[in-house]
């Protein structure tokens, strides 16, 4: 069975410092997503960036970055200038499809706090 | 686009009462998913459906619980016989087809949070 391993439950770092959260998975399939996601305080969780196994190239979207490592199965998350908005739980997420079903397991979670 | 609604977002309800949560998801898109999520922890998948289909179920999801999508749009979920255990935020998400070409993403409703006393 798949698991998604976030082992940092809370984190903090300054207003336009950079911080590193991460992500470990365990899975016997070779094709499959993962994904960050952001759930702010009392708001709905969004997509922060996505990448897909196949890629070796590592997915970029403005200031987040990850540093996919398909052989050690880790995936962490890198926020550049982090913004006072970036205040929000962060999921790690594993999704793959198998015979047209699809799984997504989400971890448990890294809190992170921006300070001013 | 006015994203993945649900409704009610909150429920407060007495233990033994049965609970009905709705969700639309985004028009155009035919895989819908529901979660559970409790407070400090992640999303758990519960159920998942391709247009009307319901293709995968957790085995989280008891005999209590019971999804339905009817039309391939709109879904409701259904807890009979509430348990104090079953107090957590029911999330909706939807994706669009996975052809032409898929991107797997799944947008988030606002959740349902349910109390049972």
């Known amino acids: 069975a798949q698991t998604v391993t976030q082992s940092q439950p809370e984190m903090s770092v300054q207003e336009a410092e950079t911080v590193t959260l991460s992500c470990t998975y365990d899975?016997?399939?070779?094709?499959?997503?993962l994904f960050w996601y952001k759930q702010p305080p009392s708001r709905q969780m969004i997509l922060v960036i996505r990448?897909?196994?196949?890629?070796?190239q590592n997915a970029t979207e403005n200031r987040f970055s990850v540093n996919f490592q398909k052989a050690a199965k880790s995936f962490s998350l890198k926020i550049s200038d982090s913004q006072l908005g970036d205040t929000a739980m962060y999921f790690c997420?594993?999704?793959?499809?198998?015979?047209?079903?699809?799984?997504?397991?989400f971890g448990t979670g890294t809190r992170l706090k921006v300070l001013a | 686009d006015t994203g993945v609604s649900q409704d009610p977002r909150h429920k407060i309800t007495k233990r033994g009462q049965n609970v009905t949560f709705r969700c639309d998801p985004i028009?155009?898109?035919?895989?819908l998913y529901w979660y559970r999520q409790t407070l400090g922890q992640g999303p758990e998948f519960l159920t998942y459906?391709?247009?009307?289909?319901?293709?995968?179920k957790s085995r989280l999801l008891s005999d209590r619980f019971s999804a339905e999508r009817p039309k391939g749009s709109f879904s409701t979920l259904e807890i009979q016989r509430t348990e104090q255990g079953d107090s957590a935020m029911y999330l909706c998400?939807?994706?669009?087809?996975?052809?032409?070409?898929?991107?797997?993403?799944?947008?988030f409703g606002p959740g349902t949070r349910l109390t049972v006393l």
């Open positions: 997420a594993f999704m793959s499809r198998t015979s047209g079903t699809y799984k997504y397991i």
């Open positions: 998400a939807s994706s669009p087809p996975a052809e032409p070409r898929a991107t797997d993403t799944q947008y």
């Open positions: 459906f391709q247009n009307e289909a319901q293709l995968e």
């Open positions: 990448q897909e196994a196949y890629k070796q």
């Open positions: 899975t016997s399939e070779n094709n499959y997503y």
């Open positions: 028009s155009e898109h035919n895989r």
